[in-house]
């Protein structure tokens, strides 16, 4: 699994996960280490939108997020279209794609993803969100 979060003016680093994605590594692995610094920064007004994978509609990770008090962005299940990260993955998709060598395994392409993230510009960022 990899994942990232965005906002205007920020983003997280990217985070990569091997192996299954329960609930309960989503919440120690992405949202106490990442989400919740990040709500710290921006505060009272922070919205956290995620894309209705199923490791995130368990209910480990819904206490997580009560505990945490953080508030989730109700929408619908398998819309994609409304999610601004989407066109976030579709550009960093194409610029790994696009690399002179492209990755050949999982290290390589772990690699690049972390530094065609890194690349993106915060232009592009500031436009999807």
């Known amino acids: 699994m990899v994942w990232a979060g965005i906002m205007i003016n920020g983003r997280t ?24 610094l990040f709500r710290g920064a921006v505060g009272d007004k922070f919205i ?16 997580c997020l009560d505990s945490e008090g953080i508030q989730r962005l109700v ?6 279209d409304l999610n601004p ?6 550009a960093l998709g194409r610029q790994v794609a696009g690399r002179n060598y492209p990755p ?4 390589t392409l772990i690699r690049a993803l972390t530094e065609e993230w890194d690349k993106l510009p ?6 999807v969100v």
């Not at 990260?85 to 579709?90: A, K, Y």
Request: glycine fraction near 4%; aromatic fraction near 6%.
């Open 13 to 36: 680093r990217l985070h990569v996960a091997n192996g299954t994605m329960t609930g309960q590594r989503y919440s120690d692995e992405v949202l106490l280490p990442h989400v919740r």
């Open 48 to 63: 956290f939108m995620d894309d209705n994978a199923t490791c995130h509609r368990t209910l480990a990770v819904q206490d």
């Open 75 to 80: 929408w619908p299940a398998r819309s994609p």
């Open 85 to 90: 990260i989407e066109n976030v993955w579709d």
């Open 104 to 107: 050949t395994n999982k290290n």
């Open 122 to 127: 915060q232009q592009l960022l500031d436009n």
